[in-house]
């Protein structure tokens, strides 16, 4: 270990900020909080990007290591202990005047806090503490904070963290239980989702005691809930009031409905009773216990601890709020061997029982030499990547489920078709689609309208019949939704609702994928449709 | 056939508006009117069969619009016209004239008429400055000064200063600062704890303003190193990037500003991105102009 005395400033910044590059989740949304006097700084429900890095990436929030020292070694990572790099560890003092002197200048939108693994958890995780203290309440900085709880770590200190924090967020690291026994022995699951359910049951508390203030549901939640236990006819009355802007009306109607099993504990205990879910995921998945099967199960030793309730109130309560901004966690794509069927119903699982705003996903770079790691003969998993966050999205704002998107006959994304379109193809029976008449839901069910279009395409029809131009000034993708719908009864084009024809067609269409995929010599648009067996097997 | 009236007006919100309160008082018909901003028009070409008015502005009549507006039509669609307004779109009087036309006729519900072709140019103005606004809340760069004050220069393509200032407002309450869009000679100055005003500069002013930030900090320098690290050499990608965060925005921010010292290894790549920018620009340009041609064609044969 190659330990540096007297490193600048700049030197550290360098080390601190090159090492935790590889974390996600450069977001700084979820919470709008006005200035203060005396204070610096406020935050925005949207989150700002502030710049763009030389690989495309948002730049919001100062994203550095604490340290990068580390007591583990996890073989996927760079800080690793037995990697032989240069060390160093920031002070207090360095990380607030980096924040604020930043911040004045509107670099950044706030500070995202990692860290190596110093001594021990909790040695690390109160040095972090200590900087956040000092920068909320000597340099007063009103700013965002997105932090990660360290696993292992004492939850009290974690909670102190909760306070001074907007975000938190704890590692997942990989999908399964397997793939973290594999790569990162020094970790196990339970570790790290302790902290998850502690964070989520603090969140809940807060906003029982300031409202949404106290921290706002994710996406997730408001489309299941928009969606929940509702007839057709039911949520297009609601969808009528929702678009022609009633909100009041809408929120009466969805509150006068009574709600299933909302008590808190009862909801953080169920979880993983579905046969079918229980399945796929690993028995070391299986940790919260039907509440049938608490009894029984109890002794099982990855039971989670139910969290004690925040026990900070009196010393911060009435300032922020605990994580305002909810939390969030980011998994490694591509280092083990868990299909895409797994991954996403490991998230959508994280967004139902533990209320996580965002599941982040990170292809996996091979940064170490190491026989665990699988070697990647086109780079970084980037489509990968981005099929996942296509389904993600999928999840949390058009109310697909993931059995509806994977199969485990088909167990992996289309690398040809997003999700979406994948899905469409698939259940041709429901289209086409009359836009004059259909139900929001069934607006986003069609591939080239989004949450937006699809709210403008029920707002502008009351006022007239809408015809194909119109729909384009709206914001609908044609080329893709033309296969799927009609206006006032009439197709855009003959065309015919049959697989082999639509999917032909649709694949003349190049899928304008992000640049982020097409310029990694990622031979996606090279493929053709005879040399690929996987697009005959999954299309 | 009626001749047509083109009102002209101010480049502002209340030249606008003095120019729709007088079209609107003319009587001559709707369909006979357009107004348009001066000064947008990079050739002016008068057209024939047209009576041009110029309407001073006039700020009671231009406050009697505001005013039906926000009690005729509501709150929201006012916030969407004066947005509007900011855009350097040229289209953009002549659609609010036609969108307020509408908006007395339907009330709040004019903003949903979106298969309106008024409505959609308002719509799109409005997504236009609003996207142009947010990204400058991230884009600004302020530099500090000897006497601490903050300062920033930006030159956006839609007049965005007024929208951001509220939000560095608040955030820098406790700072002294100043905006300065460069192309348009105004600035907005806001004082520690106290309100901002938005005030127009002279040219000498804006010399010295000009002279008066080339100092290296030790911030700066940080920044850049930070910009530097923190990007993921598997994962480069300066397309993406571009998208992003088009070249036009980068002209003051401190990350894309070179260093004298490593100008020299840099020069070459951005010079190809430049270029590739121009050329982007150039096809945008050879568009338009054939839409002109086209529309001139149309008109002779007419």
Same mark, same amino acid.
């Given at each position: 270990?190659?330990?540096?005395?007297? *490193? =600048?400033?700049?030197?550290?910044?360098?080390?601190?900020?090159?090492?935790?590059?590889?974390?996600?989740?450069?977001? /700084?949304?979820?919470?709008?909080?006005?200035?203060?006097?005396?204070?610096?700084?406020?935050?925005?429900?949207?989150?700002?990007?502030?710049?763009?890095?030389?690989?495309?990436?948002?730049?919001?929030?100062?994203?550095?290591?604490? =340290?990068?020292?580390?007591?583990?070694?996890?073989?996927?990572?760079?800080?690793?202990?037995?990697?032989?790099?240069?060390?160093?560890?920031?002070?207090?003092?360095?990380?607030?005047?980096?924040?604020?002197?930043?911040?004045?200048?509107?670099?950044?939108?706030?500070?995202?806090?990692? /860290?190596?693994?110093?001594?021990?958890?909790?040695?690390?995780?109160?040095?972090?503490?200590?900087?956040?203290?000092?920068?909320?309440?000597?340099?007063?900085?009103?700013?965002?904070?997105?932090?990660?709880?360290?696993?292992?770590? $004492?939850?009290?200190?974690? @909670?102190?963290?909760?306070?001074?924090?907007?975000?938190? /967020?704890?590692?997942?690291?990989?999908?399964?239980?397997?793939?973290?026994?594999?790569?990162?022995?020094? !970790?196990?699951?339970?570790?790290?989702?302790?902290?998850? +359910?502690?964070?989520?049951?603090?969140?809940?508390?807060?906003?029982?005691?300031?409202?949404?203030?106290?921290?706002?549901?994710?996406?997730? %939640?408001?489309?299941?809930?928009?969606?929940?236990?509702?007839?057709?006819?039911?949520?297009?009355?609601? $969808?009528?009031?929702?678009?022609?802007?009633?909100?009041?009306?809408?929120? +009466?109607?969805?509150?006068?409905?009574?709600?299933?099993?909302?008590?808190?504990?009862?909801?953080?205990?169920?979880?993983?009773?579905?046969?079918?879910?229980?399945?796929?995921?690993?028995?070391?998945?299986?940790?919260?216990?039907?509440?049938?099967?608490?009894?029984?199960?109890?002794?099982?030793?990855?039971?989670?601890?139910?969290?004690?309730?925040?026990?900070? %109130?009196?010393?911060?309560?009435?300032?922020?709020?605990?994580?305002?901004?909810?939390?969030?966690?980011?998994?490694?794509?591509?280092?083990?061997?868990?299909?895409?069927?797994?991954?996403?119903?490991?998230?959508?699982?994280?967004?139902? !029982?533990?209320?996580?705003?965002?599941?982040?996903?990170?292809?996996?770079?091979?940064?170490?030499?190491?026989?665990?790691?699988?070697?990647?003969?086109?780079?970084?998993?980037?489509?990968?990547?981005?099929?996942?966050?296509?389904?993600?999205?999928?999840?949390?704002?058009?109310?697909?489920?993931?059995? &509806?998107?994977?199969?485990?006959?088909?167990?992996?994304?289309?690398?040809?078709? $997003?999700?979406?379109?994948?899905?469409?193809?698939?259940?041709?029976?429901?289209?086409?689609?009359?836009?004059?008449?259909? $139900?929001?839901?069934?607006?986003?069910?069609?591939?080239?309208?989004?949450?937006?279009?699809?709210?403008?395409?029920?707002?502008?029809?009351?006022?007239?019949?809408?015809?194909?131009?119109?729909?384009?000034?709206?914001?609908?993708?044609?080329?893709?939704?033309?296969?799927?719908?009609?206006?006032?009864?009439?197709? *855009?084009?003959?065309?015919?609702?049959?697989?082999?024809?639509?999917?032909?067609?649709?694949?003349?269409?190049?899928?304008?994928?992000?640049?982020?995929?097409?310029?990694?010599?990622?031979?996606?648009?090279?493929?053709?449709?005879?040399?690929?067996?996987?697009?005959?097997?999954?299309? | 056939?009626?001749?047509?009236?083109?009102?002209?007006?101010?480049?502002?919100?209340?030249?606008?508006?003095?120019?729709?309160?007088?079209?609107?008082?003319?009587?001559?018909?709707?369909?006979?009117?357009?107004?348009?901003?001066?000064?947008?028009? &990079?050739?002016?070409?008068?057209?024939?069969?047209?009576?041009?008015?110029?309407? @001073?502005?006039?700020?009671?009549?231009?406050?009697?619009?505001?005013?039906?507006?926000?009690?005729?039509?509501?709150?929201?669609?006012?916030?969407?016209?004066?947005?509007?307004?900011?855009?350097?779109?040229?289209?953009?009087?002549?659609?609010?004239?036609?969108?307020?036309?509408?908006?007395?006729?339907?009330?709040?519900?004019?903003?949903?008429?979106?298969?309106?072709?008024?409505?959609?140019?308002?719509? @799109?103005?409005?997504?236009?400055?609003?996207?142009?606004?947010?990204?400058?809340?991230?884009?600004?760069?302020?530099?500090?000064?000897?006497?601490?004050?903050?300062?920033?220069?930006?030159?956006?393509?839609?007049?965005?200063?007024?929208?951001?200032?509220?939000?560095?407002?608040?955030?820098?309450?406790?700072?002294?600062?100043?905006?300065?869009?460069?192309?348009?000679?105004?600035?907005?100055?806001?004082?520690?704890?106290?309100? %901002?005003?938005?005030?127009?500069?002279?040219?000498?002013?804006?010399?010295?303003?000009?002279?008066?930030?080339? !100092?290296?900090?030790?911030?700066?320098?940080?920044?850049?190193?930070?910009?530097?690290?923190?990007?993921?050499?598997?994962?480069?990608?300066?397309?993406?990037?571009?998208?992003?965060?088009?070249?036009?925005?980068?002209?003051?921010?401190?990350?894309?500003?070179?260093?004298?010292?490593?100008?020299?290894?840099?020069?070459?790549?951005?010079?190809?991105?430049?270029?590739?920018?121009?050329?982007?620009?150039?096809?945008?340009?050879?568009?338009?102009?054939?839409?002109?041609?086209?529309?001139?064609?149309?008109?002779?044969?007419?």
């Amino acid at each position: 270990m190659i330990i540096q005395e007297s *490193m =600048t400033i700049e030197q550290k910044l360098s080390i601190l900020s090159d090492a935790a590059k590889y974390d996600v989740a450069c977001t /700084s949304s979820g919470v709008g909080r006005d200035g203060k006097d005396g204070s610096i700084g406020n935050t925005v429900a949207s989150g700002i990007c502030h710049a763009f890095s030389a690989d495309g990436r948002c730049i919001s929030l100062l994203k550095i290591l604490f =340290t990068n020292e580390c007591i583990y070694d996890c073989k996927y990572c760079i800080n690793r202990a037995s990697n032989d790099v240069p060390r160093t560890t920031f002070t207090p003092e360095e990380v607030c005047s980096l924040t604020m002197e930043f911040y004045r200048r509107n670099y950044i939108e706030g500070l995202f806090l990692s /860290s190596g693994i110093i001594k021990t958890p909790n040695y690390t995780m109160e040095l972090i503490g200590r900087t956040l203290k000092m920068l909320r309440t000597e340099y007063h900085f009103n700013g965002y904070i997105h932090c990660k709880a360290i696993p292992g770590a $004492d939850a009290e200190l974690i @909670e102190t963290i909760g306070w001074f924090a907007d975000r938190m /967020s704890v590692n997942l690291e990989l999908p399964t239980a397997e793939g973290l026994k594999l790569l990162a022995p020094h !970790k196990n699951r339970k570790n790290i989702l302790n902290p998850i +359910r502690q964070i989520q049951a603090g969140i809940e508390e807060s906003r029982e005691n300031f409202g949404m203030m106290g921290g706002n549901k994710g996406a997730y %939640w408001h489309t299941r809930r928009k969606l929940d236990q509702k007839s057709i006819a039911q949520k297009r009355e609601e $969808d009528a009031l929702l678009h022609i802007g009633h909100k009041d009306q809408i929120r +009466r109607v969805i509150e006068s409905k009574p709600e299933k099993s909302v008590g808190f504990s009862n909801r953080i205990l169920t979880g993983w009773e579905d046969e079918k879910e229980s399945k796929i995921l690993t028995p070391n998945h299986r940790i919260y216990q039907s509440s049938q099967g608490i009894s029984s199960n109890i002794e099982t030793p990855t039971l989670i601890t139910k969290p004690e309730g925040l026990s900070m %109130w009196n010393q911060f309560g009435g300032n922020r709020g605990f994580v305002p901004a909810g939390q969030s966690t980011q998994m490694i794509i591509g280092a083990t061997g868990e299909t895409d069927y797994e991954i996403v119903h490991v998230t959508e699982a994280l967004y139902q !029982k533990f209320d996580l705003k965002r599941v982040f996903f990170s292809a996996f770079i091979r940064v170490n030499e190491d026989n665990a790691l699988p070697v990647l003969s086109g780079g970084p998993p980037l489509l990968r990547e981005h099929r996942l966050y296509q389904a993600d999205w999928l999840l949390r704002y058009y109310g697909f489920e993931a059995t &509806e998107l994977l199969t485990k006959e088909r167990p992996n994304f289309n690398v040809f078709f $997003d999700p979406k379109c994948n899905w469409a193809i698939g259940h041709l029976e429901q289209f086409p689609v009359e836009v004059n008449t259909a $139900d929001y839901y069934t607006l986003l069910r069609v591939p080239g309208i989004g949450p937006k279009s699809a709210g403008r395409i029920v707002k502008a029809r009351q006022m007239a019949k809408l015809r194909f131009e119109d729909l384009k000034k709206i914001g609908v993708v044609l080329k893709r939704a033309l296969y799927f719908i009609t206006c006032s009864g009439k197709m *855009m084009y003959p065309t015919k609702i049959e697989e082999n024809y639509i999917t032909n067609q649709m694949l003349q269409i190049n899928e304008k994928l992000p640049s982020h995929i097409t310029n990694g010599g990622i031979t996606y648009q090279q493929l053709s449709l005879f040399d690929n067996p996987q697009m005959l097997s999954n299309g | 056939m009626k001749e047509k009236r083109i009102y002209q007006c101010e480049d502002s919100l209340e030249g606008i508006f003095s120019a729709v309160y007088i079209a609107w008082a003319s009587r001559y018909g709707h369909d006979n009117i357009e107004l348009e901003v001066l000064g947008m028009e &990079e050739e002016y070409n008068l057209r024939l069969f047209s009576e041009y008015i110029m309407v @001073e502005s006039n700020p009671e009549n231009a406050s009697k619009v505001a005013n039906s507006i926000k009690k005729k039509i509501s709150a929201h669609a006012y916030q969407m016209v004066a947005k509007a307004a900011l855009s350097n779109d040229k289209r953009k009087a002549n659609a609010i004239y036609h969108f307020l036309v509408r908006g007395f006729a339907y009330g709040a519900k004019v903003e949903d008429h979106l298969s309106d072709p008024y409505v959609q140019i308002i719509f @799109e103005l409005n997504r236009n400055v609003g996207n142009d606004a947010h990204l400058y809340t991230g884009f600004v760069r302020f530099t500090e000064l000897d006497n601490g004050i903050l300062f920033a220069k930006i030159e956006p393509k839609n007049n965005v200063l007024e929208i951001i200032t509220p939000h560095f407002a608040d955030r820098l309450s406790k700072e002294n600062f100043m905006i300065l869009d460069v192309k348009r000679k105004i600035a907005t100055i806001h004082r520690s704890y106290s309100t %901002w005003i938005l005030t127009t500069i002279s040219d000498e002013e804006l010399n010295t303003l000009l002279t008066v930030t080339e !100092k290296k900090e030790k911030y700066e320098k940080l920044w850049k190193t930070f910009f530097e690290s923190i990007a993921i050499k598997e994962r480069e990608n300066k397309v993406c990037q571009r998208n992003h965060v088009a070249m036009h925005y980068r002209k003051y921010m401190t990350e894309f500003m070179e260093d004298k010292e490593d100008k020299v290894d840099k020069e070459d790549k951005v010079d190809k991105e430049d270029k590739e920018d121009r050329v982007d620009k150039e096809d945008r340009v050879v568009k338009e102009d054939k839409v002109v041609i086209e529309v001139k064609i149309e008109n002779e044969g007419k």
